[in-house]
């Protein structure tokens, strides 16, 4: 279920903001992407999030798609709420539930000022042999998966790290900086950032599991990150994965327009 998790906060990465307009209280952002292994579509995503002064609300659904929904449907919903900080945005709740086959699973992760005062996962998990506890100081001064990948424009993008926990695995992403590149989509073209990263397991995995030191291997993940002026925000648009069957990707149908 590593292996899923990973996926899934990677494809998380992708699916954040668009920009529109509401009203002069609030902005709202609808977003498309499409996933894809080895040039093959796997998954959909369409995002929504809403601003309104210094709150935000992140709401989207994830499905498969293509040969990934004929082998195996999942579909999955996720949301977070919170506020917009100085450097980054702080979530008072992240939810995510999801579905594959016939197992499904909810995850509630409560937050207050960057510590987690709870998490819950029903159905609970078997712990396995070789599994890292995740401890106390593992959750503190840390971001979801969704909102901790937004950025305020003032704030630097790559070099950073993020301390994610997404209510069960707790890891760090080092972003580093690897320049520019233009990129098109509907909604937007210019310059994004691109970031990249490195995969740092620390708690809430098994020890020895031959996905995670994989993925802690990698050298060549990427994260592109294109400005949403009408936030004022960097939020991603691409995201790279190698894999042994082909790399999975995350591209940005529409951003913005």
Known sequence: MIRQRCAALFAAVALMLSTGSASAAEVQHQTDYSISLAGLPIAKASFRTELDANRYRISGTLKSAGIADILSSTSGQTSVSGTVGRDRLNASEYTMNYRSGKKGRAID????????????????????????????A????????????????KTRVCPKTLPIFDGESRLDLKLSAKGTRPFKTDGFKGDVIVCGVKFVPKAGYRKGREDVEYLRKLESMEIWFAMAETVNVYAPVYVRI?????????????FGG
């Open 109 to 136: 992760v409560q937050f207050s000022n960057g510590d987690v005062t709870s998490a819950t996962m029903t159905p609970a998990r078997r712990i396995p042999k070789n599994w890292v506890p995740v401890t106390k």
């Open 138 to 153: 593992d959750m503190r001064n840390v971001v979801d998966p969704l909102s901790g990948l937004i950025f305020p424009a």
């Open 242 to 254: 190698p894999t042994s069957l082909g790399p999975v990707t995350v591209w940005a149908t529409r």
